[in-house]
């Protein structure tokens, strides 16, 4: 069964690297992307591909099986949950998603 | 723009009720898909469509029907509504031409309770 595994909650202080780790069981899945979501509003997308990449703070590092964000200087307006997909075909999976802490 | 929008952001229904989620986005993508959200689930794929006229079933698609009769709307149909309906739902759409490398644009969800 596809499915993408990620924790489900990290927790850091403030002004730290925080990393969120993601895995899957995809099969033929060509591309990770990572959505940050607060409650009652839109997921929106944070970074995404097939190599590793950035913006902004949000860095993605990218294995075929597994990816991470990687968040710079991390704030407490950073605590949402944060969600990795992946691409297969003409689909979206996406993992369970991983709440983010920030203590001061 | 507006993006994608869905209508209501929240509805309560009884048990056995019927009633459409509506999705329009204004953004000409191709691509539409319904997830709904659940604690500690993520989000679960419903259905989904790559163009007008054209709809598959996602992972969890039991109890739920679409259409997709425009490019810009795809509404979903619950029509005996159960307690396990009980979620918040987000529809999404993409621009896919080529390649499979763009992102979904999510609607703000709707979240609906059945009891």
């Known amino acids: 069964k596809d499915q993408v595994f990620q924790p489900s909650t990290v927790a850091s202080s403030e002004g730290a690297v925080v990393e969120i780790f993601c895995n899957h069981s995809?099969?033929?899945?060509?591309?990770f992307f990572w959505y940050l979501h607060f409650p009652g509003c839109a997921p929106r997308l944070l970074v995404k591909?097939?190599?590793?990449?950035q913006q902004g703070r949000y860095n993605m590092t990218y294995e075929r099986f597994s990816s991470s964000l990687l968040i710079l200087q991390v704030r407490e307006a950073d605590a949402a949950v944060y969600y990795c997909?992946?691409?297969?075909?003409?689909?979206?999976?996406f993992g369970t998603g991983t709440r983010l802490q920030v203590f001061p | 723009n507006a993006g994608v929008t869905q209508t209501p952001k929240f509805r309560i229904l009884k048990i056995g009720q019927s009633m459409t989620l509506q999705c329009a986005q204004d953004?000409?993508?191709?691509?539409m898909y319904w997830y709904r959200q659940d604690p500690g689930m993520g989000l679960k794929l419903i259905y989904y469509?790559?163009?007008?006229?054209?709809?598959d079933k996602g992972e969890v698609p039991n109890g739920y029907n679409v259409s997709r009769s425009t490019t810009e709307d795809f509404p979903l149909r619950l029509e005996l509504a159960a307690p396990s309906q009980t979620s918040v739902y987000f529809c999404?759409?993409?621009?896919?031409?080529?390649?499979?490398?763009?992102?979904?644009?999510f609607g703000q969800g709707t979240r609906l309770t059945v009891v």
């Open positions: 995809v099969s033929n899945a060509y591309n």
């Open positions: 953004m000409n993508h191709n691509y």
């Open positions: 999404a759409s993409r621009k896919v031409q080529g390649g499979l490398n763009t992102e979904a644009f």
């Open positions: 997909a992946c691409g297969v075909a003409d689909k979206l999976i």
């Open positions: 591909g097939s190599k590793p990449s």
């Open positions: 469509s790559v163009g007008a006229g054209i709809t």
